[in-house]
């Protein structure tokens, strides 16, 4: 699985949009992108993921830029519950394992 | 659905102890996992499975052994716990699915301290 690079740490205003960045120069072309957070020591929990198309859901945004070296994730409104560790992993199809790096600390500031 | 249950929350072991972490999803998945993540660290795998009765090692399986006779359980094993051993301990499940797609469903996490 190739190697992601993040921001150690990020801070937000409560309200507004969060972007955070990864880099994943190494990517092939069957590996996705996943995005997980972890709330404060609980089992992480799934945002979204994509392959080459932008994503959207319920939580986030996905925007995979055109040669698919980095990604950004987007919470559209950032409330003091995201507060979190969120993490960036490529995974390829075939691959059992999450490689969690130690991804980038937000904190979301009322 | 209570989704994946981990027993115990919290446990001290003296060194050489041995212990088994309970791991049990109600969601019919196929896949099941357990992590380790030591104290400002992402998460390691330590063993899979992808059904019952077939097990693999992760990264890091050195000190632990697991089984799976049914598909709902996958227990961790500790034979002779040692300090480097203290951590939070991750179970997680999922359907692969034949796009690959790895999303993967986590418990709560057994927090053991080894001492």
């Known amino acids: 699985d190739a190697k992601t690079t993040q921001p150690t740490s990020m801070d937000c205003a409560e309200g507004r949009a969060a972007n955070l960045p990864c880099n994943h120069s190494?990517?092939?072309?069957?590996?996705?992108v996943y995005w997980y957070r972890q709330i404060h020591s609980q089992g992480p929990q799934y945002i979204i993921h994509g392959l080459k198309n932008n994503e959207t859901n319920e939580m986030a945004s996905l925007i995979i830029t055109e040669d698919r070296k980095s990604s950004t994730l987007i919470l559209p409104h950032a409330t003091l519950r995201d507060t979190a560790v969120y993490y960036c992993?490529?995974?390829?199809?075939?691959?059992?394992?999450?490689?969690f790096g130690k991804g980038t600390k937000l904190s979301v500031i009322p | 659905n209570a989704g994946v249950t981990q027993t115990p929350k919290f446990r001290i072991l003296k060194i050489g102890q041995s212990m088994t972490l309970q791991c049990a999803q109600d969601m019919n998945h196929n896949y099941m996992y357990w992590y380790r993540q030591d104290p400002g660290m992402g998460l390691k795998l330590i063993y899979y499975?992808?059904?019952?009765?077939?097990?693999d090692k992760g990264e890091v399986p050195n000190g632990y052994n697991v089984s799976r006779s049914t598909t709902e359980d996958f227990p961790l094993r500790l034979e002779l716990a040692a300090p480097s051993q203290t951590s939070v301990y991750f179970c997680?499940?999922?359907?692969?699915?034949?796009?690959?797609?790895?999303?993967?469903?986590f418990g709560p996490g057994t927090r053991l301290t080894v001492l």
């Open positions: 997680a499940s999922n359907n692969k699915g034949t796009s690959g797609v790895n999303e993967q469903f």
């Open positions: 992993i490529a995974s390829g199809a075939g691959s059992y394992q999450l490689t």
């Open positions: 499975s992808v059904g019952a009765g077939i097990t």
């Open positions: 190494t990517i092939s072309g069957n590996e996705y």
